[in-house]
């Protein structure tokens, strides 16, 4: 089956860089993405990765390996408002044809 | 543009009752998609809609039916709700489910309780 694991929590303090890890099992693979979710909000997409590589948008970068079924969000200069819950989902073909699986979720608390 | 719009924001029912969770997008989205998210946890989908005219069942599909009005709004349906259909309930949407499908726009949630 399909299955994703994350950290459940992660504490860092302003300022600092945090690195959030992805590990997926998928029958298939289109790519890796990582949408960031605030306590009563919707999830809103940050970056994907179909290869392998670093991903760069602004203080968020997003590496994917295929070959380890891996890979990780990076957030840098740390701020409060980055203080959320942070999920990497894979697309690929499951037992229900074309499939979305997210991860558990990782929440992400920023200290002052 | 408002994205995507979810209807109604919370709602409670009783074991037994129906009722019909709409969702509308106005970015000209072919895919859509319905799914669930209990506390602590990730999202699970429930069905989607690659494009106008097509539904497929997801992860979690029991309990639940859709409908692909038009090209903008997907509707949810629970028949015979259920305690264990207590969540929190969000629309998607993306360009293409072969093309960009990974950047999907969430609406708002409906906050569902059934008692």
């Known amino acids: 089956g399909q299955s994703l694991e994350q950290p459940s929590e992660v504490t860092a303090v302003e300022g600092a860089i945090v690195q959030i890890n992805c590990t997926y099992q998928?029958?298939?693979?289109?790519?890796l993405s990582w949408y960031q979710q605030h306590d009563g909000g919707a999830p809103t997409f940050l970056s994907y990765?179909?290869?392998?590589g670093l991903e760069e948008t602004g203080r968020f970068s997003s590496f994917l390996s295929r070959s380890d079924s891996y890979g990780y969000l990076l957030l840098q200069e740390l701020q409060m408002k980055d203080s959320a819950s942070y999920f990497c989902?894979?697309?690929?073909?499951?037992?229900?044809?074309?499939?979305?699986?997210f991860g558990p979720g990782t929440r992400l608390s920023v200290l002052p | 543009n408002a994205g995507v719009t979810q209807t109604p924001k919370f709602q409670v029912l009783k074991t037994g009752q129906s009722m019909t969770l709409q969702c509308a997008q106005d970015?000209?989205?072919?895919?859509m998609y319905w799914y669930r998210q209990d506390p602590g946890m990730g999202l699970r989908l429930i069905y989607y809609?690659?494009?106008?005219?097509?539904?497929d069942k997801g992860e979690v599909p029991n309990g639940y039916n859709v409908s692909r009005l038009n090209k903008r709004e997907f509707s949810l349906r629970l028949e015979s709700a259920a305690p264990s259909q207590t969540s929190v309930y969000f629309c998607?949407?993306?360009?293409?489910?072969?093309?960009?499908?990974?950047?999907?726009?969430f609406g708002p949630g409906t906050r569902l309780t059934v008692t």
């Open positions: 998928t029958s298939g693979f289109y790519g």
């Open positions: 970015m000209n989205h072919n895919s």
């Open positions: 989902a894979v697309r690929d073909h499951g037992n229900y044809g074309q499939n979305f699986v």
């Open positions: 809609s690659a494009s106008e005219g097509t539904t």
């Open positions: 990765n179909a290869l392998d």
């Open positions: 998607a949407s993306s360009e293409a489910i072969g093309g960009r499908a990974y950047e999907q726009y």
